[in-house]
């Protein structure tokens, strides 16, 4: 059973940093994709960003720039951090890892950006 945990997250004012970690527990495929999504309230999941096994990345317009993701496959663990941040990136944020014939989801972590 694979589990996923964030930590991380918490309130910061706007044009701070925040950096978001989430440990996989349990037998994962290393060569999976990792990523952050996130949902504010009263809207859809969307992406923010995502790193394959090899490094490479994909990052959302609205944080591109700003936010940098990361991954230790050693350590079964992928970071999220976020500077410069805005009140528009208050979500709860939901780690991602998926691959062929399978998908977890962590249970998110709360990040609030006070103006």
Partial sequence: QVQLVESGGGLVQTGGSLRLSCAASGTIDNRNLMGWYRQAPGKQRE???????????????????RFTISRDNAKNTAY???????????????????????AYWGQGTQVTVSS
Avoid: H, W
Wanted: glycine share 12%.
């Fill in 47 to 65: 992406l923010a960003a995502t790193v394959t096994s090899g490094g490479r990345t994909n990052y959302a317009d609205s944080v591109k720039g």
């Fill in 80 to 102: 999220l951090q976020m500077n410069s941040l805005k009140p528009e990136d208050t979500a709860v944020y939901y780690c991602n890892s998926q691959g062929i014939g399978f």
